[in-house]
């Protein structure tokens, strides 16, 4: 259970001193400041739009540097003489009108939907359908007496889904 901004707070914090992820600051690819390994993070605001939880091979790079290093003036293997650098072909980039992700998802891990396509799809007319099947158990039955069916039904009805019962 996430009992508010405090727990993710903590849990993100946790999680990056692991190495499970990293924690980047700034808006999109171009980070001001990647923490990794630590569980000092300054500031961290889980509501923020500006921290982001990244694959632990995503590195800091800052502006106006590259990821080659400098290398003597020498031609490289398969260069011709003259020491030019040939021009690669053009790639044909892939562009999609649209994209659907879909399937079950385990109990376990559906707080990564959020990380993984709520928030870099944001910008992207996302759509969110969701689809919730439960079935009646010993410990928790379901008919139209339990409270459990009773909250589920409400709110179903305030945020405007459909609800249907198999009997």
Request: hydrophobic share 35%; charged share 25%; with cysteine.
């Amino acid at each position: 259970m996430i009992s508010g901004p405090e727990a993710i707070e903590r849990s993100v914090r946790k999680y990056c001193e692991v190495g499970l992820f990293n924690v980047a600051v700034g808006t999109g690819e171009n980070w001001d400041k990647i923490y990794q390994n630590t569980d000092t993070i300054p500031f961290l605001n889980a509501q923020s739009e500006e921290y982001w939880l990244v694959d632990p091979s995503v590195q800091f790079k800052p502006e106006g540097t590259s990821d080659a290093t400098e290398k003597p003036d020498m031609p490289e293997p398969g260069t011709p003489e003259g020491g030019e650098t040939p021009i690669p072909p053009e790639q044909t980039v892939k562009a999609f009108k649209s994209l659907t992700i879909s399937g079950s998802i385990d109990m376990a891990s559906w707080t990564q939907l959020f990380s993984s396509f709520i928030m870099p799809l944001k910008n992207n007319n996302l759509k969110l359908e969701v689809s919730f099947k439960a079935k009646s158990t010993h410990l928790a039955p379901l008919d139209e007496n339990s409270p459990i069916y009773r909250a589920v039904k409400e709110s179903a009805a305030q945020l405007g889904l459909d609800m249907e019962t198999e009997e």
